[in-house]
Each structure stands twice: as structure tokens, then as C-alpha cells.
């Protein structure tokens, strides 16, 4: 108790998880207005999240920091709206397949390459900051077919970082002083800038309409969700257009480049990994692009790209609260209480994973056992799982190939790197990066 009440100046929750927190299934926190339990062994994640999720919606400080972001989307809606909201997507979604969205993905690609080599040899450059503009640039893309290069689309991006970083559910000082009956107030600066996100995601929907209205066709994930339709033909309003295509453009971009800077980081620090990376692309590719149909082959890249997301998942913190008093596992949860599973401390425990804080790509290499179900879950687990789950895998690859057959990403002062939890799992101030320009290679020409 005494421990905890001396930590309460530290706000990050990331440093004041005890070493408990990764050797026990269940850990109680001992302060706060309400009870706070840390989930971690795989057969109650499940509870939580599949067998008992109607009992655990999510938590009243989730839908405090996202709401005025994201109304009610997906991502924090619940019961007969999210079920409705759900079953309109899936089909839309379903049919307007990756596959279809990759050639946008690959310009913005190609473009964010010409930048850096724009910057010259030996740049120093704020890895998080180029990732997140190129991720944002690639999910608005296959929103709205366009790039993010204009001043509406730039204005939507520097505002959803400014909300990002400022949003407070994790927060320690407000998770202590949580209460369910009173749910927490969204600081003004954070509620204008997702007012801002909000306000120009619904001029292009505007614009989007207009284009129709002309007999213009669109071939884009904005379309599949106009055109979604329910059992009885209604469509989607346009505020709720809006909270679905803002609930994508967090998830598509917001996971892809949190997980994106923590792999070019570890790349960095692990010259043998990503000389094995690059071997794998350049014996696919050669000097080609990248197509949709090579992601299948790069497993190396999805296996390095997987290992990242365990040891630095998007989102370090999921949290649920009971709406019943209820039993989880030998703990009595009372009816308001606040479960936290967090697949930063599931990936990292002792008692499922072998070297938890190694990386250690060949975890998840072709033929390697598969993670017992529960102990791998970096984009939740259950009917709610990340909407931008394929979107990141499927980016991550692309950018892992083209960019690192040309660049090295060289970590400065690595050593200062720390995480921090917001939104999702970002560095404390940034990864600075030298970015060093290669000669293009070609199969068996690589240096080690």
C-alpha cells in the first residue's frame, strides 16, 4: 500500500507495474475511489473478453477518452448499437478487400521514400513522427482515396497527434481517482481537437456525396461504409458515418505506427535480424515493387513484425468494467470494479512466455508452435478485436520491404528510448534516427 501511495507522482502506468504484475494471473490494486484488477492468465482474459463479455463492457474512462473522438463507433460502443453497427459493417468491409485498397498503399509508400531520401545521407529524423505521417497518409488513402497532403487531411493528422498524446485514459492519476457513477470529464483542449478530427472527417463525407451526386464511382473503405445497409435498407447518418471512418482512422493508423517505430527501433539494435529481413525480400523481390500476393511469402517480415507487436502491443492497456458482482478466478469482483487486461503485461509474463523481454522473432517462424490461445493478444481477443488488424500487417510488411532494401534506420542515443502508455504504446520523446541511404541489392549481394 505504502509502495503504491508513493508512486501516485508518477503517472505512466507503465512504471508502476510491480514485478507481481508479471508473475500473477490477478493483481489488485490497493488504492483508488473503486477496485482495480490487472487480468493476465489466458483462461479469465477469455472470460472478460468471449465466454462473459456481455457482463464487461468497455470501461467508462475508455469511452472518456475516445467517445468525443469517436461517438459511437465500434470501438466503444456496446450492446444492441455496437451488435447493429457491426453486423452493417462486416459485409461492407468484407467485400471491399485489402487487395483492392494496396495500390493507394503502395504510393504512399513510394512517396514517404522519395521524402527520405529527399532529406539527404545521414538525416536525423524523428522515427515515431515520419511513421505516423506515413501511416496516416496510407489509412486515409483507403479511406478517402486521396493522400493526406492537403491542408484539410493535414489539419485532421496534426490534430488527431495532438489528441493522441493528450488523451488521459491511462493516466494513473485518473484511473485512481475513477468512479463509475461519475464518469470522467474530457480535458477541453483534448475534446476541441476531436472536435477539429471530427468536423473534417464529415466535409469529406460531404465532398464525398457531392462526387456521387456527379456520377463519380470510388473504390475506397469511406464508400463501403455508405453504402452499408442494415436488415431493414437504412443507411448509416451522417454522425455515425462519421464515428465509423474516425474508429478506422485511429486503428489503421494509430496501431500501424506504434508498432511500425518499435520494430525499425529493435531493427536497428539487431543488425543480424534485419540483415535476415532484407535477405528475404531481396530473394522475393529483387529489385521490384512489392505486390498485394508477395505478403503471403514474406514470412520473416511477419514473423519480425509479430515479435514486435508482443513485446510493444499498440494498445498497453484494455480496460473492462463489471456491471455485476462477479467472481474471476479466485477473486470476488464487485459491480463497478475496474479490469484492466493489459497485453503489454500478458505478452511479458513470466509464467507464458519463455525470456518474455527478449526479442526473439523465431517465436513466431513458420513451423514454430503457435502461442497458447490467450497469452498472444496485441489487438484484444473475441468478436472485438482491432478493426485495424489486417491493415497493419499488411502495411507493416510493405513498408519493411521497400524501405528497408534502401535505408538504414541507425537509433541515436537508443538508451533514452523509453515507453510510455497513451492511446497506444509510444516512446517517451521520440525515436531519433540516422537515416543512411543503400545501394539497391540484388539476391546474394548482401553484406552481413
Not at 19 to 25: G, K, S
Not at 265 to 271: A, D, I, T, V, W
Not at 432 to 442: G, Y
Amino acid at each position: 500500500m505504502a509502495w503504491w501511495i508513493a508512486t501516485r507522482q508518477r503517472r505512466d502506468l507503465l512504471e508502476v507495474l510491480t514485478v507481481d504484475a508479471y508473475r500473477q494471473p490477478v493483481l489488485r490494486i490497493p488504492v483508488g475511489k473503486r477496485k482495480v484488477f490487472v487480468v493476465s492468465a489466458p483462461e479469465l482474459v477469455r472470460r472478460v473478453f468471449v465466454d462473459s463479455r456481455a457482463l464487461y463492457p468497455k470501461s467508462d474512462l475508455m469511452r472518456a477518452a475516445l467517445g468525443p473522438l469517436v461517438g459511437e463507433g465500434v470501438l466503444v460502443s456496446d450492446g444492441a448499437t455496437w451488435e447493429h453497427d457491426r453486423q452493417m459493417l462486416e459485409p461492407a468491409f468484407a467485400q471491399m478487400r485489402l487487395e483492392q485498397v494496396f495500390p493507394m498503399m503502395q504510393a504512399a509508400v513510394a512517396e514517404h521514400a522519395e521524402h527520405l531520401r529527399g532529406l539527404g545521407h545521414g538525416v536525423i529524423i524523428d522515427l515515431e513522427e515520419e511513421l505516423s505521417r506515413v501511416t496516416a497518409d496510407i489509412i486515409f488513402r483507403a479511406i478517402f482515396s486521396e493522400p493526406i497532403a492537403g491542408p484539410d487531411a493535414a489539419e485532421v493528422f496534426a490534430a488527431f497527434m495532438r489528441f493522441q498524446r493528450a488523451a488521459p485514459q491511462f493516466d494513473l492519476e485518473v484511473i485512481l481517482r475513477s468512479d463509475p457513477d461519475a464518469p470522467e470529464q474530457t480535458p477541453a483542449p483534448v475534446r476541441e481537437d476531436a472536435d477539429t478530427v471530427r468536423r473534417l472527417i464529415g466535409r469529406f463525407i460531404d465532398r464525398r456525396h457531392a462526387a456521387l451526386a456527379r456520377g463519380e464511382a470510388f473504390v475506397d473503405f469511406a464508400q463501403a461504409a455508405i453504402d452499408a445497409r442494415n436488415p431493414y435498407g437504412a443507411a448509416f447518418s451522417r454522425e455515425r458515418l462519421i464515428d465509423q471512418l474516425t474508429v478506422l482512422f485511429l486503428a489503421g493508423h494509430e496501431t500501424s505506427a506504434s508498432a511500425l517505430t518499435w520494430t525499425l527501433f529493435m531493427l536497428g539494435r539487431q543488425p543480424a535480424v534485419c540483415a535476415a529481413l532484407r535477405e528475404e525480400t531481396v530473394a522475393l523481390l529483387g529489385e521490384r515493387a512489392m505486390t498485394f500476393a508477395d505478403a503471403k511469402a514474406l514470412g520473416y517480415a511477419r514473423a519480425v513484425f509479430r515479435e514486435a507487436l508482443r513485446l510493444y502491443p499498440p494498445a498497453g492497456f484494455l480496460t473492462r468494467v463489471a456491471t455485476v458482482d462477479d467472481t474471476v478466478g479466485y477473486d470476488r469482483i464487485p459491480r463497478g470494479s475496474l479490469l484492466v487486461v493489459s497485453p503489454w503485461v500478458v505478452h511479458r509474463h513470466h509464467d507464458l512466455w519463455r525470456d518474455p523481454d527478449r526479442f526473439d522473432p523465431s517465436r513466431f517462424a513458420e513451423g514454430a508452435p503457435p502461442p497458447k490461445p490467450g497469452t498472444y493478444i496485441p489487438f484484444g481477443l473475441g468478436p472485438r478485436v482491432c478493426t485495424g488488424a489486417a491493415i497493419a500487417q499488411l502495411e507493416s510488411q510493405l513498408i519493411l520491404a521497400e524501405h528497408l532494401r534502401v535505408f538504414d534506420f541507425e537509433p541515436v542515443h537508443p538508451e533514452r528510448v523509453m515507453p510510455m502508455a497513451r492511446v497506444t504504446i509510444r516512446p517517451r520523446g521520440g525515436v531519433l534516427c540516422r537515416v543512411l541511404h543503400r545501394a539497391r541489392q540484388t539476391p546474394g549481394s548482401l553484406d552481413t
